[in-house]
């Protein structure tokens, strides 16, 4: 292998690793908000009860 085969190598898994690394982190806030938001919200969810208090 050449030196420029191996840069881009190189190049294309620290792509690989740094898109990974940012869509773990949107899962991870988009997850965060959501049980911020179960928590706040008081609905009852139960078929009979629609009240919403």
Excluded: H, P
Aim: charged share 25%; no cysteine.
């Amino acid at each position: 292998m050449s030196v420029s085969e191996i840069v881009l190598w190189a190049i294309g898994i620290l792509i690989t690793i740094l898109l990974a690394f940012i869509g773990v982190k949107k899962v991870n806030q988009k997850t965060r908000q959501r049980a911020r938001t179960g928590d706040a919200s008081v609905v009852i969810q139960s078929g009979r009860d629609t009240k919403i208090k």
